[in-house]
T-cell receptor, first 114, second 114 residues
Framework: AAGVIQSPRHLIKEKRETATLKCYPIPRHDTVYWYQQGPGQDPQFLISFYEKMQSDKGSIPDRFSAQQFSDYHSELNMSSLELGDSALYFC?????????????FGPGTRLTVT | AQSVTQLGSHVSVSEGALVLLRCNYSSSVPPYLFWYVQYPNQGLQLLLKYTTGATLVKGINGFEAEFKKSETSFHLTKPSAHMSDAAEYFCAVSEDTGFQKLVFGTGTRLLVSP
């Protein structure tokens, strides 16, 4: 079965640079979620999109922005990177069809800021 | 606001022994509850979920959890641990309206010794 695809899997950037993370949800899933997991920490919700509209927002820095495109893939844009942005970034997708709201997670993008 | 508390950052068991990972939740509305497992350098895999209906939920890999509203608990159990169960386990809660962010606990690392 198709899973959530994230690219790139690993990314190394320097401070003050910009990064773009991509997420391709499971086919026919209409909702995408972004989470950030710092070293040794639990995943923290950043932002979500339903049918290309922002549906919820968590502790996402103003330096970060995200959107969902017409093909339902999503991109997380991160500017003015800081050392503290080094983390594992997960994308998850879900579908409300049939009342099944399970979130399926991608393998994550490991961002290292040096 | 919803929250989840996982008691014990590390749990050690012997192979073949009972696994018990504790999770207590706080929610002002009926919750959806989830257990996810994370193997090193991998994404989050759903073990099981509780939404409505039967309070004893069976998941993959022999795991099960019981939703106890009176105790606000959703503990994860497995009768007999395998070496392959060694991983990080996260309990998570979301609201029952669907399309809601997951709020994770701080995780419990399960160590299995031969």
């Amino acid at each position: 079965a198709a899973g959530v695809i994230q690219s790139p899997r690993h990314l190394i950037k320097e401070k003050r640079e910009t990064a773009t993370l991509k997420c391709y949800p499971i086919p026919r899933h209409d909702t995408v979620y972004w989470y950030q997991q710092g070293p040794g920490q639990d995943p923290q919700f950043l932002i979500s999109f339903y049918e290309k509209m922002q549906s919820d927002k968590g502790s996402i820095p103003d330096r970060f922005s995200a959107q969902q495109f017409s093909d339902y893939h999503s991109e997380l844009n991160m500017s003015s990177l800081e050392l503290g942005d080094s983390a594992l970034y997960f994308c998850a997708s879900s579908s409300g069809v049939g009342g099944n709201y399970e979130q399926y997670f991608g393998p994550g993008t490991r961002l290292t800021v040096t | 606001a919803q929250s989840v508390t996982q008691l014990g950052s590390h749990v050690s068991v012997s192979e073949g022994a009972l696994v018990l990972l504790r999770c207590n939740y706080s929610s002002s509305v009926p919750p959806y509850l989830f257990w996810y497992v994370q193997y090193p350098n991998q994404g989050l895999q759903l073990l099981l979920k509780y939404t409505t209906g039967a309070t004893l939920v069976k998941g993959i890999n022999g795991f099960e959890a019981e939703f106890k509203k009176s105790e606000t608990s959703f503990h994860l159990t497995k009768p007999s641990a395998h070496m392959s169960d060694a991983a990080e386990y996260f309990c998570a809660v979301s609201e029952d309206t669907g399309f809601q962010k997951l709020v994770f606990g701080t995780g419990t690392r399960l160590l299995v010794s031969p």
